[in-house]
T-cell receptor
Framework: DAKTTQPNSMESNEEEPVHLPCNHS???????IHWYRQLPSQGPEYVIH???SNVNNRMASLAIAEDRKSSTLILHRATLRDAAVYYC????????????FGKGTKLTVNP | DSGVTQTPKHLITATGQRVTLRCSPR?????VYWYQQSLDQGLQFLIQ???????AKGNILERFSAQQFPDLHSELNLSSLELGDSALYFC??????????????FGSGTRLTVV
């Protein structure tokens, strides 16, 4: 599976937008970009995924670079409940079905 | 409630003992995955079952085993427990192979403490 690189930690203020970056320079054409988050003392939670186009859902937006070598998870207005570890994961068509978690980005939201 | 049910939520046991963790997948999901999360290791994949059959294995110790039953619930058996087995154990479920557009659903985990 192709590798992703994320900052270890980021900090944001409540009600401000947050942009969480992910680099995946070795991504292949059929790799989907998935984002999960893990709130304290809870299991990981699916956030969003995309292939080539930007995506929006009720939780977040995913902006994918034109060359697909990087992506950004956007939380439009951070709340205290968004404080979590965010994981960027690539999933390949025909590849391993398991999710491989890296260290992710720990997001701290300040009141 | 994510739809994936894990029991028990907490388990405290002594070294050398054996425990069974149980997972009921989300309705309609055929694949079940087990993960271990300890403080220093992050989320580590242990094993996957699909429709009753073992499909993939990760770094699962020989002292650990799992199975998926006809009703699709899964059990993770941990034996000859050591202090280092203390961790959070998560179960996740998904529709099945090839469904890359669907996310995985995780349970809230079982916290195992070995004393």
């Amino acid at each position: 599976d192709a590798k992703t690189t994320q900052p270890n930690s980021m900090e944001s203020n409540e009600e401000e937008p947050v942009h969480l970056p992910c680099n995946h320079s070795t991504i292949s054409g059929t790799d989907y970009i998935h984002w999960y988050r893990q709130l304290p003392s809870q299991g990981p939670e699916y956030v969003i995924h995309g292939l080539t186009s930007n995506v929006n859902n009720r939780m977040a937006s995913l902006a994918i670079a034109e060359d697909r070598k990087s992506s950004t998870l956007i939380l439009h207005r951070a709340t205290l409940r968004d404080a979590a570890v965010y994981y960027c994961i690539l999933r390949a068509q025909g590849g391993s079905e398991k999710l491989v978690f890296g260290k992710g980005t720990k997001l701290t939201v300040n009141p | 409630d994510s739809g994936v049910t894990q029991t028990p939520k907490h388990l405290i046991t002594a070294t050398g003992q054996r425990v069974t963790l149980r997972c009921s997948p989300r309705s309609g999901d055929l694949s079940v995955y087990w993960y271990q999360q300890s403080l220093d290791q992050g989320l580590q994949f242990l094993i996957q079952y699909y429709n009753g059959e073992e499909r993939a294995k990760g770094n699962i110790l020989e002292r650990f085993s799992a199975q998926q039953f006809p009703d699709l619930h899964s059990e993770l058996n941990l034996s000859s427990l050591e202090l280092g087995d203390s961790a959070l154990y998560f179960c996740a479920s998904s529709v099945g192979p090839g469904h890359l557009i669907y996310g995985y659903t995780f349970g809230s985990g079982t916290r195992l403490t070995v004393v």
